[in-house]
């Protein structure tokens, strides 16, 4: 069974990246569950979003120190949701930083050398800038599936069936755009 | 063929497959996917009404037509339709009526936590809950069957986790349907009180039948395992247990009332221990402890929120997950927020700044009760606002301190028979409309001010300002909340009218594809005081670090920070 946990901010396109690996796991064959938020909490929010596939998937909500991995969209989330980890599992995070309402008005303030915390806790911690990536893919917005190709790459699940996945989910004209952005972050190491 | 998906979009799957010709709903998180999947078959007839209780009495006036029909909704959309639900239980169906209502255990996005259950129990109407999304296919052509077969209407019961969750579900095809010949039967369906009385008797022979029917037809399940424990569950409380402890024996309950009597007596029998897993109120624990048996329920699990596995193995098994990874400080909250752009924002920046106190209503807005904003004091219902501040004035006397702030939909849902009461009872009040040409909060449904239907197709739009001078309100100013300044200036004259007013404040969502902003806002830092006047405006974009930072990846240049700053420090930058 594996779980993968996507923690981001409403409107960072995590609900893509799940509908993305459920397809995947379809695909191979799995039972699977995604778990999506909709609603109030989506206007900016943290949002967390999960994936379970195996044989036989029952909850479709992933709890404390269950998950395989943690796919993190900003790195306060990552931070948030490290509780979800494993004890060998792993953290993926893209190092934007995105002031939450209360560190901009100042009532808190926004942690500082996240990742270093976290690895020092002894967690496997891949980072990398997608913002940069989607950038270079063409577009902002494709930071989703630039993480899902840093994810794709650390699975042993045949790359093809990600792409074939991404073709048939992503509306034709952000194809190229995504597909680009999953390679980047699909080569990215 | 199997499928991906949502437990909303299974259910309208289950109605299309069962037949269903018209579908008639109000949206409102989790419930509001099935009626939009449903509009998409060619073949089912589907609309938002204004409301709960109108959408209940079209989709039951299609049943009495002879039609399969559904209504769908929130938890506390069924409240707005109970006054129908109660009475269709009497008159029963002639097509097959189904009404989804999904609960919000964990309150993801709702202002209370009721249980939809009670509403089963007190309207006497049979209530199914699936707990997958394949079970949400089946349990609605079920409940299509049992509606027919019992001449009753069928409730289906979801909860956030089972709406909007995604599982595999096998597809089917349609079975075309007739219309049920239609007969005049005003014995069974004119509701006065000689008629009621007899149809009385009917709902207790059909409670009396279907306890049966809960006992027998196999939607309660017995799956014994090691028999040490038995838990009693349904709905997504079956998956949490099962995940929690597959080797424990379950009854698993597909039908939520009536509840069954004698398999709970036979599995309680077969089992050492007892435990009652539900969300929310103990509804099925106090039929278990009615009928005489022992169990453990609330006393070990929660009355409160949503539940999980670890909860499950926490409570019901003792066993605590040690070795948690934690942040090593306080972690900041992310609440939700208004979007960069809202139309909202300019309208709580004014009303804080006069200083007003704001009855609030049901929809995006809502966050402006948040800081920086703060500018709404209360949040009751749908509708609420108007009436509301109707009652403060009544209370206090004519007061200049209080508006009524309501969404476009949230106006026409409810809003309007509010409205009324001021003009008819002499009020003076101050209802500020916030038409942004869209159901924001839900995901952009369309209502009766939009211009379109459900379906896509253009219709009539319902002219907010001709319908409030209609109801008696002399007084209507349509405003641009963007435009901070004129917008003070109307909301502080109205206030001080000693007649009733509205402020139409017009400006569309920044989330619809024909709102177009250029460009993005960059900071002059020669010009920036440092004053933070744009950080009262709460927008996700503008930070403070150590001068006033704009987030390109978050501003869209709606440029309403730069109508706020005082010395011209913020401008648009266009690409």
Known sequence: MSNI???????????????????????????????????????????????????????????????????????????????????DGKLIVNTQNMDPMPVITGKMTYPENIIEKIRAKGVNVIAVDALSLARKAGNERAVNVVLIGVLAANTNIDKAVFEKVIKETVPEKFREVNLKAFDLGYNFA | MKKLMLGNEAVAR??????????????????????????????????????????????????????????????????????????????????GLVICVADDPGMHSSQNEQDSRHYAAASKIPMLEPSDSSECRDYTKLAYELSEKYDTPVLLRLTTRISHSQSLVELFERDERELIPYKKDAMKYVMMPGMAKRRHIVVEERCAALTDYADESGINKIEYGDKKIGIITAGDCYQYAKEACPDASFLKLGMVYPLPQKLIKEFAAKVDRLVVIEELDPIIENHVKALGINCDGKNILTLLGEYSADLVKERVFGKKITDIKTADEA????????????PHRGMHYVLKKIGLRVTGDIGCYTLGALAPLESIDTCLCMGGSVSMAHGMEKATGKSDK??????????????????????????????????????????????????????????????????CKACGIDRVTVCDPFDVDKFEKVVREEVAQSEP????AQRPCALLKSVKFEGKMYVNPDKCKKCRMCMKIGCPAISFKDGVVIDETLCNGCGLCQNICKFGALSKEVE
């Open chain 2, 331 to 342: 972690v900041p909250p992310r609440p939700p927020v208004l979007c960069p752009g809202c």
């Open chain 2, 14 to 95: 289950g109605a299309y497959e069962a037949g269903v010709k018209v579908v008639a709903s109000y949206p409102g998180t989790p419930s509001t996917e099935i009626s939009e999947f449903a509009a998409k078959y060619p073949e089912i007839y589907a609309e938002w009404a204004p409301n709960e209780k109108v959408a209940l009495e079209v989709s039951t006036g299609a049943s009495v037509a002879g039609a399969r029909s559904m209504s769908c909704m929130k938890h506390v959309g069924l409240n707005v339709a109970a006054d129908p639900l109660f009475t269709a239980s009497y008159t029963g169906v002639s097509g």
């Open chain 2, 402 to 467: 209080t508006v009524a702030i309501i969404g476009d939909s949230t106006f026409m849902h409810s809003g309007i028979t509010g409205l009324i009461d001021i003009v008819y009872n002499k009020g003076t009040s101050t209802v500020i409309i916030l038409d942004n040409s869209i159901t924001g909060m839900t995901g952009h449904q369309d209502n009766p001010t939009t211009g379109k239907t459900l379906k896509g197709e253009a219709t009539k739009q319902v002219d907010l300002e001709l319908l």
């Open chain 2, 501 to 504: 007013s509205v402020i139409i």
């Open chain 1, 5 to 87: 946990l996507i923690a981001g901010v409403g409107g960072q396109g995590t609900l893509l990246a799940s509908r993305i690996l459920g397809n995947v796991a379809i695909t191979l064959g799995h039972d699977v569950k995604v778990s999506e938020v909709h609603g109030m909490s989506q206007r900016g929010g943290s949002v967390v979003t999960y994936v379970k596939f195996g044989e036989k998937v029952y909850s479709p909500i992933i709890g404390n120190c269950d998950a395989d991995t943690v796919l993190a969209f900003e790195e306060l989330e990552a931070y948030r949701y490290l509780e979800a980890l494993k004890p």
